[in-house]
């Protein structure tokens, strides 16, 4: 797995934007960080920054369309996100995938099309808020510590998970047990359901803090049918088109908007929290 890395020692600066004469100040800034994970705490203000813009810029088309989302809000839904939700249904229109599509991508990915594997994972967590750069840098550093260690005696991870982890499992040596997708947080399952048998010799970070992972044992899933994976493939495509769309969309309002304050990249993605 590739080894990522906290370069920046200092908190970044969080500096106020305005959107078409509306501000956006540092306290919300720093309130969206805890949402967007990176690699330094710079990418993480550009990331909770640009998810700001968009969604200011999805609340004022709401305002100019008419469309408010005060009475069609969904469950745990807030007026905002209605608003938004319900600007893209109108603004978006994204073509279906056809079966012929789905069969090709079938053809050139059917690795990708297995029944889902089963862990048995063991970590340690060290934890920190996801806003002291500072502090998850130090822990970091300290899981490249206690990972070098591991290599050598691999036999007192458990022992290191009853003394250092901040999860309950370190009551049980760090043992998770049998997990499967879903299971645990996605940026977490992300990196550990990559992984082979053994220990990681790269810290795995999620919102929690640094995990350093060890695979006890995996059980790798089956190919799945074309038939049975066509459903999966035509709701990915569609997936992948509607996100292409909003892209677009979104970069079209950015570049009719008056921003300052923030450099406004074209959206890979729609990061609308």
């Known amino acids: ?27 919300q800034i720093s309130n969206e960080l805890q949402y967007h994970p990176a690699e330094s705490a710079e990418q993480a ?31 745990d839904e807030t007026a905002d996100e209605a608003a938004t939700r319900l600007v893209l249904q109108q603004e978006i229109i994204a073509p279906s995938a056809s079966d012929g599509e789905c069969q090709q991508y079938y053809q050139a990915n059917q690795s990708k099309f297995k029944s889902a594997p089963l862990m048995e994972v063991s970590h340690i967590l060290l934890a920190a808020d996801p806003r002291n750069f500072e502090a998850r840098q130090a822990l970091r550093e ?52 990559l992984l082979g048998e053994g220990l990681c010799l790269s810290p795995i970070e999620s919102r929690y803090g640094c995990h350093i992972v060890n695979i006890n044992h995996k059980v790798e899933g089956e190919q799945k049918s074309f038939e049975d994976s066509k459903n999966q493939i035509k709701q990915y495509l569609q997936d992948q088109s509607y996100v292409r ?11 009719e908007a008056d921003i300052q304050g923030f450099d406004a990249d074209v959206p890979a993605t729609p990061l609308v929290q």
């Open 45 to 75: 203000v550009q990331k909770a920054t640009e998810a700001l813009v968009i969604k200011q810029l999805l609340l004022q088309k709401a305002l100019s369309l008419g469309i408010s989302g005060e009475t069609q809000q969904q469950e």
């Open 142 to 193: 300290r899981a490249e510590e206690l990972i070098k260690q591991l290599t050598q005696t691999p036999a007192e991870f458990a022992h290191l998970a009853r003394d250092l982890s901040s999860c309950p499992s370190k009551e049980e040596g760090g043992s998770l047990g049998q997990i499967s997708k879903g299971q645990t947080t996605p940026e977490f399952e992300r990196q550990v359901f």
């Open 1 to 27: 797995m590739p080894e990522t890395s906290c370069k920046q020692q200092h908190s970044p600066d969080i500096p106020s934007v305005i959107v078409n004469s509306v501000l956006i100040d540092t306290d």
């Open 245 to 255: 769309a909003v892209s677009q969309y979104i970069s079209i309002l950015m570049s």
